[in-house]
Each structure stands twice: as structure tokens, then as C-alpha cells.
């Protein structure tokens, strides 16, 4: 993953808070704690790839639950505005259902 990364061993020893020469051991050997994979994985290109694409996707999700809460809130106005009609024409009782069954 580090070769994935723009900056030299030292930069990202200094990022991960961790002695070059200990980043250079785990380099070498291949293998590294599992924080320090994390810690690299969002740094790569993989990594950064995988955050926008969440939040691409949370994004578009809350845009879909924004446009349904607006199209039942319209229609709970337009509910509302049918009700005050039939109060204010006094041509219906106030028990009447307002929705028909069947």
C-alpha cells in the first residue's frame, strides 16, 4: 500500500506516528498491524475511492428521502386543504370518513 501512496517512507511514518525504521520493518516483511493497514488503506487511492462512493451514495439516499417526505407532505396539504373545504362549505357533517372503503 505504501507504493500506492504520494509520499516517501518518512512522510508516512511521520503521518502514521510511528519511527521510519519501523515502517521500513514492516515494509520489509510485508506485514504491518492491523491499525496500520487502516490507517494506510484510506490514505490509497482504494481508499479514497471507497469514501466518495459513500458518500455519493449516502448523499443520493438522503436526496430520495428528502423528495418522499416532500411528495407525503404534499399530500397531507392537499388532505388539509380538502378537510377545511368541506368545514367551511357546512354541506357535510363533521363525523364524515374522509377516506371511502372499497
Do not use: K
Not at 67 to 81: K, S
Request: glycine share 6%.
Amino acid at each position: 500500500m505504501t507504493a500506492d501512496i504520494p509520499a516517501s517512507l518518512d512522510q508516512i511514518a511521520q503521518h502514521l506516528d510511528i519511527a521510519p525504521r519501523t515502517l521500513a520493518r514492516y515494509v520489509a516483511a510485508d506485514q504491518a498491524p492491523r491499525p496500520v493497514l487502516l490507517a494506510l488503506f484510506w490514505e490509497t487511492r482504494w481508499g479514497r475511492s471507497a469514501a466518495d462512493c459513500e458518500a455519493a451514495n449516502y448523499g443520493a439516499a438522503q436526496a430520495g428521502y428528502a423528495h418522499a417526505l416532500a411528495r407525503e407532505n404534499a399530500a397531507l396539504r392537499r388532505q388539509i386543504n380538502q378537510l377545511e373545504s368541506l368545514l367551511t362549505n357546512g354541506d357535510s357533517a363533521a363525523n364524515r370518513p374522509f377516506f371511502g372503503v372499497g
